[in-house]
């Protein structure tokens, strides 16, 4: 079968919707088989993205022939059915959330994945002309689809209130991180990259954009509750959101302790979850949250909160250690999850080990030198909890 992808974001988004779409077309690429996975874009994106497809004989991408910002955009949303006839394409899966007008009518059948409807629950964090275009495409997809796959249950269940799209035509797939995540970095080489980018000794970790609705402010507020040694490293690209958060940090006097990283690559990202104490994930509303999932498979305690989590609702918040929720702090480890690292000796370098491992009868239990891993995510919890 010769398979048809949306593959803007893969080629031109560095994280988030790029991440998944990258993720999901190495492991099929993996699979045995004979289908053609045929990965369509409007132009080449960025190399460094390209190049972590891992492309194989029957996996190719394929590029609009029109070299004009508005002549690209239509052949996407338009054009690109023409281009998936020619071909001989006898599936087409939106990897976005969009499918293309006359899909259904060139008799080509429609798979779209749509991760969250966020413009649709919480409209205020769009300008009102992108939550009315998003709205539109939403709408003119369902009449595209023949099923759609919801990475979340909060996401189905917003696409059955929202769209009236039958349950029976949905299908929940939660979405995955790359394994890189999971793999031990070397002592030298996270002493390099901890060098390189200056990190402190001890930190707490957010990854994503910095913008209004993943509501970092609240992780910034409640460090100054913890040990003046203990930082907060935000990772992500910035909108006007993170004047607010800079302003706070000024007039609060947080600058030695809060660091913004832009443009971190994803060979170097791994590393830096792999030297934090904990991550910490205040979002008001995601479809699913990725760094969620990151930061577990980096063996890293997560404080997160309602509709961030895997599966979508909760609690008022959340902890989690490896892959099991807790209500409360906990040292424990799921059988079988590995620890992010190793303890370190005190004269191996510029950052003191903060962590020991042992095993013990629920698993890999957590011993905290002075306790300050629990102490950090029962603080942001109860930030959380009190907001």
């Not at 070397?186 to 913008?211: F, M, W």
């Not at 903060?354 to 603080?379: C, H, I, M």
Request: net charge positive; proline share 6%.
């Amino acid at each position: 079968m010769r398979i048809g992808y949306d593959a803007k974001r893969i080629v031109s988004n560095g994280t988030g919707l790029g991440s998944y779409g990258r993720t999901l077309i190495n492991s099929l690429a993996a699979l045995e088989g004979d289908d053609e996975l045929l990965l369509y874009a409007p132009d080449e994106g960025r190399k460094e993205w390209r190049e972590q497809v891992r492309l194989r004989e029957g996996v190719r991408f394929v590029y609009s022939e029109r070299k004009h910002g508005l002549g690209k955009s239509l052949w996407r949303s338009h054009g690109i059915v023409e281009d998936l006839r020619r071909d001989g394409v006898s599936l087409y899966h939106g990897l976005s959330g969009e499918l293309p007008v006359g899909l259904r009518k060139a008799g080509i059948p429609g798979i779209v994945t749509i991760h969250d409807l966020i413009f649709m629950r919480h409209p205020e964090y769009y300008h009102a002309i992108d939550a009315w275009i998003y709205k539109r495409k939403f709408y003119q997809t369902l009449r595209e689809a023949d099923r759609i796959i919801a990475i979340s249950e909060r996401t189905r269940q917003d696409i059955i209130e929202l769209g009236g799209f039958p349950r029976d035509r949905i299908d929940l797939v939660y979405q995955s991180c790359d394994t890189r995540y999971r793999l031990l970095r070397s002592e030298d080489e996270l002493q390099k990259i901890h060098a390189e980018y200056d990190l402190p000794p001890r930190y707490i970790l957010n990854v994503g954009t910095v913008e209004e609705r993943k509501n970092v402010l609240l992780a910034v507020r409640a460090l100054e509750k913890l040990p003046a040694d203990l930082s907060l490293i935000i990772v992500g690209r910035q909108t006007k959101y993170a004047e607010k958060v800079k302003r706070y940090i000024r007039r609060h006097q947080l600058d030695q302790r809060v660091r913004f990283l832009q443009g971190v690559p994803n060979s170097v990202l791994p590393a830096i979850y792999q030297m934090a104490e904990a991550f910490v994930y205040p979002s008001r509303y995601e479809g699913f949250g990725i760094p969620v999932i990151e930061a577990i498979q980096s063996g890293l305690p997560v404080v997160a909160a309602t509709g961030v989590l895997p599966g979508g609702g909760g609690r008022p918040r959340q902890l989690l250690c490896g892959s099991r929720r807790q209500r409360g702090p906990t040292r424990s480890y799921p059988q079988g999850h590995r620890p992010a690292r190793p303890p370190r000796a005190q004269s191996a370098g510029v950052y003191p080990p903060f962590r020991e491992w042992r095993r013990g009868t629920t698993g890999p239990q957590l011993l905290s030198k002075n306790g300050s891993d629990v102490e950090a995510v029962t603080t942001f919890a109860w930030m959380i909890d009190n907001q």
